[in-house]
């Protein structure tokens, strides 16, 4: 990888996040509602709305706004929140956390379930093992993960409490409280990925069996498990790679419902308080996180097929 | 075998590793079937194969596409796919291997039979060193160290004569080119010294330069080992001047078996001709008309009835659409097996009707 | 040749094809270029055969294709029956495409697989509109029965119906059924049984002689080569090595890298001695950085200080039978 390589993917990044920053900010503008309006609740005179809408800059055009935001930015500025005047920034430290070890927790746990689940079910394929994991699979997969949510915690919170049904302790105030509060959450968010992993990892691993190199492993008498996972599976898990690359950027923030519902102070719960309560600024700097985390996570999928496959190299 | 001993032998490859002496063949091969179950029915891959291979010898199978030759070979390998059905039985230095276990199969693989494949563009993993895919066997197998492995390797890459081994041990097979990795799996093959090697059609994917130069580093590992070879192919050039005997496949059966000099020289049967005439060959003037082969290659689903080559052969009587002929062996020149009712040059002396088959390679029973 | 030079090109104007001074150049990463073609030049007569012959990596498919402008060569001319195909844009390059037909290695991938075999037969046909539907389904119906595919029974089936023999017929009908002056033929055989290619290669003799076609044949099979061709041109890393009537130069090949190969055949005869004294050895260099001077002295026996320095150009040294070699095996003319 070289540093004409790196140089052009920075260059990309600035331009993807710079496009997707500003698209967002005109479509922010169109969400129903007035900051104005939550601040006031009502009770404002013309005159008074006038003047908080000339402290929050709201009074300038929607270009402008935007170009003020970016500058901001730029100079580690994430702004401040309309209503309280709380700094972005302070949110953001503590709720990015809790969203990133969800989400990191997840992709474990869905990885780690899915990986010897995929390849098993295809070095199996067709067998009753094969097609019982895959009937599993796809229930799963059609239970809506609030559903799956919802029995979670009538069963293993509130039935049997082993696990609190909702709320976030700290790794470094106790961890094992930590893992308590975020088992449930991270069941409901993985149970889907296990499906879509596993099915993927299945269909390219069957690609894979059928090449001459593992007929070659096998003729070498290598024992099956060696075949199958010093042999078959790192070439057949680039698909898996890419997809659970960029579902770690969808749950950075896309987990709303889950976050809500398991009353985790992550950035899921943020976006869906900054809509609700038309943050714009907020809403936005939030966004820009996801963006940049989005597209870093892409760079570093990138980078990682080459560690997977020495035969994609980048120049 | 014991792992010391084993190990012995690669330590000193050059070694010839004969068996007991009268220990009978090395591969006996009786009545072999293979089929194959699929949408549009059983297509009988391999259709009752017999022959013999003693150590240290070449056997040459040729035949066209779906003549059975490559299914064969991984029938005798226990290569195939679960889809498959099998019947006869495989005797490796007298012991039978027909109904092995996977695992029991693992055992073999390596150190008494390995494999070279068609094409080295794809029977090297991509993402492994080349190093790691010859070590891998040698701990597997002959459980040596990392260092021992190593040391190992880099003698197989430089006895398979790829240039600056130390260089290349640590490369993947995507930054050799197509001669080079067919070496590599040639070392690979070879690794733990195996008494017997399939070669399918080691040279189809390579240059002619290149081919020839594969062959040569074959028959010249194969002198120095001891180890017999079946080399299978479509191209009667490359098993003319290399194989001790050559069998001839059709439609999953063997039409003919012969000493490769007898073979070419006294034809019998008449797809074994046909095949040698449709061959363009550079010692013939320009614009030679070929002799083609009618037809069609034959449907493996539903055989013709009787003699798989009756409805392209040109001699073919009521007889050959009616029965299948047997492999049966000349009374003319010993060792010399045809399947065929009207064969070639019948009208020459010293020669009878078909006698009871009773297919050998020269073996003593 | 293996350097440049166009001594064994005939006069201008008795060819029907002149391809002078060709130059195929790809771009690769870190703005590198390959080499696949590097000036070279060769001419056909109405009716003859030139088999292009080397080995993978030597540029002869590239060649084929840079003819018919797919894609257009980086620099050189290519002028059929007079007409500069490389200066014809847009319409003007597809009124002529017709005339430039090309048979491919897989039968079975080059024939669109959800189509019946009239229509693939008849497309060449369609796209200028050159015949009524009586006039395209008579003609289908022609070509077809030329090659040797009962028609009423191919007409409304699909290519994966057929075997690959018979798709190669089913190409070779779609080929000729424009009447095209030259038909690029690249590697037409060598995805074929050894029973089937027979009947391919009499075929391709049978429609030469009826159909007056005139063919540039690119295999890497020497003896199916020699058997076809009219000419043979022997190519090694994007340079033409070699020239002659395939007798005189498979007999007496003057290039060492001709012989390299013809030593190289494997002989279906039991009683020829395996050849191992011309054995090549090294790699083949890489297109991107090809050797100065002859390109093939890296793996030369015969190769000198000259040849690294001084690109060697195409001299006579038989009957019609040319070579680029500073140090060749026969005898040059003056």
């Known amino acids: 990888m070289s540093w004409r390589y790196v140089g052009r993917r920075l260059v990309q990044l600035v331009v993807v996040l710079l496009i997707v920053t500003f698209f967002s900010f005109m479509l922010i503008n169109l969400l129903p509602g007035d900051p104005v309006d939550n601040l006031c609740t009502g009770v404002c005179d013309q005159e008074q709305e006038a003047q908080i809408r000339e402290e929050l800059n709201l009074d300038e055009g929607v270009v402008q706004r935007y170009f003020d935001w970016l500058g901001g930015i730029l100079t580690g500025d994430f702004g401040r929140y309309y209503d309280s005047g709380v700094q972005v920034s302070q949110v953001l430290e503590s709720a990015l956390p809790v969203s990133l070890q969800l989400v990191i927790y997840t992709q474990i746990v869905a990885l780690v379930i899915a990986i010897p689940m995929g390849v098993l079910t295809a070095y199996r394929a067709g067998t009753v093992f094969d097609r019982s994991s895959n009937a599993t699979a796809f229930g799963f997969l059609a239970l809506p993960n609030y559903v799956l949510a919802f029995y979670l915690i009538s069963i293993f919170a509130l039935g049997l409490a082993w696990f609190p049904p909702g709320g976030y302790v700290y790794l470094s105030d106790n961890p094992i409280e930590h893992f308590k509060s975020m088992f449930l959450p991270v069941m409901a968010l993985a149970a889907g990925q296990v499906a879509v992993y596993m099915r993927l990892l299945r269909s390219d691993m069957i690609q894979t069996l059928q090449e001459d190199y593992i007929t070659m492993a096998k003729a070498k008498g290598m024992p099956p498990r060696r075949v199958l996972f010093r042999h078959a599976l790192r070439p057949s898990s680039l698909t898996l790679l890419t997809v659970a690359g960029l579902n770690v950027g969808t749950l950075i923030g896309g987990a709303v419902i889950i976050e809500v519902l398991f009353e985790l102070p992550g950035m899921g719960t943020q976006i869906f308080l900054t809509i609700n309560n038309n943050e714009y600024v907020a809403l936005q700097s939030y966004i820009a996180i996801i963006g940049v985390a989005y597209v870093l996570i892409n760079f570093s999928i990138d980078f990682t097929y080459s560690l997977v496959d020495p035969r994609i190299r980048h120049g | ?365 | 040749m293996a350097g440049s030079g166009t001594a064994h090109l005939r006069p201008a104007g008795s060819a029907l094809l002149r391809v002078e001074g060709l130059v195929v150049e790809f771009s690769a990463a870190r703005r590198r270029t390959v080499h696949a073609v590097s000036n070279i030049s060769f001419d056909i007569l109405e009716g003859e055969t030139l088999g292009l012959v080397g080995e993978s990596g030597c540029g002869k498919s590239t060649t084929g294709k840079a003819v018919i402008q797919v894609p257009r060569p980086t620099a050189g001319s290519v002028s059929l029956d007079g007409v500069e195909l490389t200066s014809l844009r847009g319409s003007r390059l597809r009124q002529i495409r017709p005339q430039l037909q090309m048979i491919f290695q897989d039968p079975i991938s080059s024939l669109n697989p959800r189509r019946k075999v009239a229509d693939i037969v008849a497309e060449p046909l369609r796209i200028w509109r050159t015949a009524d539907a009586d006039q395209e389904a008579a003609k289908v119906e022609e070509v077809l029965v030329a090659v040797g595919v009962d028609p009423d029974a191919a007409r409304d089936r699909r290519p994966h119906e057929f075997s690959g023999g018979q798709c190669q017929r089913i190409s070779i009908a779609r080929a000729v059924i424009t009447d095209p002056r030259l038909i690029i033929c690249d590697e037409p055989v060598s995805a074929l049984d050894v029973s089937v290619q027979a009947q391919i290669l009499n075929l391709l003799q049978d429609m030469k002689t009826r159909y007056g076609l005139t063919l540039v044949f690119i295999a890497h099979d020497l003896a199916v080569v020699k058997n076809v061709s009219d000419r043979v041109a022997v190519m090694y890393l994007g340079k033409i090595c070699e020239v002659g009537p395939p007798d005189t130069l498979f007999a007496e090949p003057a290039h060492p890298y001709t012989e390299a190969l013809i030593s190289a055949i494997p002989h279906p005869d039991p009683t020829v001695p395996i050849d191992s004294g011309i054995r090549l050895t090294g790699e083949l260099p890489s297109p991107l950085d090809p050797p100065s001077g002859c390109r093939f002295r890296t793996r030369c026996p015969r190769a000198q200080a000259r040849c690294s320095t001084e690109e060697p150009t195409a001299r006579g040294v038989g009957d019609d039978h040319f070579v680029a070699c500073h140090f060749p095996l026969l005898e040059p003319e003056e």
């Not at chain 2, 081994?165 to 097979?173: D, E, F, L, M, N």
């Open chain 2, 1 to 365: 075998m014991s792992r010391q001993r084993r190990r012995k032998l690669i330590e000193v490859p050059s070694t010839p590793h004969m068996g007991q002496p009268g220990a009978g063949p090395l591969l006996d091969v009786d009545g072999v079937r293979t089929s194959f179950d699929t949408a549009r029915g059983r297509v009988k891959a391999v259709d009752g194969v017999t022959f013999r291979l003693e150590r240290g010898k070449t056997l040459g199978i040729v035949g066209e596409s779906g003549s059975g030759k490559s299914v064969l070979s991984r029938t005798i390998m226990g290569l195939l796919p679960s889809t498959a059905t099998r019947e006869g039985t495989v005797r490796f230095e007298g012991r039978d291997i027909s109904d092995l276990s996977a695992e029991g199969y693992r055992d073999l693989y390596g150190t008494e039979m390995s494999m070279v494949f068609q094409d080295p563009m794809t029977s090297l993993n991509p993402v492994l060193r080349i190093g790691r895919q010859i070590t891998e066997s040698l701990r597997y197998h002959l459980d040596m160290d990392k260092r021992e492995a190593n040391e190992t390797a880099l003698a197989l890459l430089d006895a398979v004569k790829i240039p600056e081994p130390a260089k290349r041990i640590r490369s993947y097979p995507h930054e050799l080119s197509g001669g080079m990795r067919q070496r590599v799996v040639i070392a690979v093959a070879l690794a733990c010294g195996p008494k017997l090697l399939f070669a399918d059609e080691p040279t189809t994917a390579l240059d002619v330069t290149v081919q020839a130069q594969i062959l040569d580093l074959l028959a010249e590992q194969q002198r120095e080992r001891f180890m017999a070879m079946i080399l299978i192919t479509h191209d009667l050039g490359v098993v003319a001047g290399r194989a001790d005997e050559i069998a001839v496949m059709y439609a999953g059966r063997i039409v003919e078996k012969a000493p490769t000099n007898v073979l070419f020289s006294d034809t019998r049967m008449p797809y074994t001709e046909a095949l040698m005439k449709a061959i363009p060959k550079v010692s013939q003037p320009s614009h030679t008309r070929l002799d083609a082969i009618g037809g069609r290659p034959p449907d493996l689903i539903n055989p013709p009835a009787g003699c798989a080559f009756s409805p392209r052969c040109p001699y073919a009587q009521e007889r050959c659409r009616a029965e299948p002929p047997p492999l049966s062996e000349s009374t003319r020149v010993a060792g010399h097996y045809f399947a065929c009712f009207y064969p070639l040059g019948h009208d020459r002396p010293a020669d009878t009707s078909p006698v009871t088959p009773e297919p050998t390679s020269g073996g003593a029973r």
